[in-house]
């Protein structure tokens, strides 16, 4: 079975700190890196994502490293506020296949960023 | 802006009744997922549609069925429902134009009794 593992399965920041999550998967062929988010009561939403071309990527105050090598990708929020605290996934996808746009997930990290 | 909805956002069922949760997109997305979300696994994909009337297994059907008779409509039945299935269900829709994103509804929480 494709995995994605991810961790840790629960994070607590201070405001104003930096958020970091972590993920591995196995499976070489996976072309695509999405992180989503998810708010309480609310389905997961597409937040930053990937291709395995580029080592990094940035969007405001999130970043995606990527290390093709060691089959690892990480999500990076920097300076990280109260609004952040969300449930975070990392996923990931073969779309070079015939895989529909088949995500695989990882378990999820509960952020929590206190005041 | 693309919408996903559920039919339910809380179900409270009897084990053995056959249970129906309904998914309905409004962007003509051709894929649409089924997966759901327990604490500690992450979502795990049930099934997922890529046209009318077509359906994959995915990752942990056993249990499951699903339908999908028009293309903005996928549903999920529990034949026999069970207290393993007490779960968050999310239903998600995705373009073959678009990409990859995947929109996903507000989720259904089962219980299970």
């Known amino acids: 079975q494709q995995q994605v593992k991810q961790s840790p399965q629960s994070l607590i920041v201070q405001k104003g700190g930096i958020s970091i999550i972590n993920c591995a998967y196995e499976?070489?062929?996976?072309?695509?890196f999405p992180w989503y988010q998810q708010f309480p009561g609310k389905g997961p939403a597409l937040l930053i994502a990937?291709?395995?071309?580029?080592s990094e990527k940035k969007e405001g105050r999130f970043t995606i490293s990527f290390n093709k090598s060691a089959k690892q990708f990480s999500l990076h929020i920097m300076d990280s506020q109260p609004g952040d605290s969300a449930t975070y996934f990392c996923?990931?996808?073969?779309?070079?296949?015939?895989?529909?746009?088949?995500?695989?997930f990882g378990q999820g990290t509960i952020l929590t960023v206190h005041p | 802006d693309v919408k996903v909805t559920q039919s339910s956002r809380y179900l409270v069922k009897r084990t053995g009744e056959k249970v129906f949760l309904e998914c309905v997109q409004d962007?003509?997305?051709?894929?649409m997922f089924w997966y759901r979300q327990d604490p500690g696994l992450g979502l795990r994909l049930i099934y997922f549609?890529?046209?009318?009337?077509?359906?994959e297994k995915g990752d942990i059907p056993e249990g499951y069925s699903v339908s999908r008779e028009k293309k903005e409509r996928f549903s999920l039945i529990l034949e026999s429902a069970s207290t393993n299935q007490t779960s968050m269900y999310l239903c998600?829709?995705?373009?073959?134009?678009?990409?990859?994103?995947?929109?996903f509804g507000p989720g259904t929480r089962l219980l299970v009794l």
């Open positions: 998600a829709s995705s373009s073959r134009r678009e990409g990859e994103t995947q929109y």
């Open positions: 499976n070489t062929a996976f072309d695509y």
């Open positions: 990937i291709r395995p071309d580029v």
């Open positions: 996923a990931a996808s073969d779309l070079g296949g015939t895989s529909y746009g088949k995500l695989t």
């Open positions: 962007m003509d997305h051709e894929n």
């Open positions: 549609s890529y046209d009318v009337k077509m359906k």
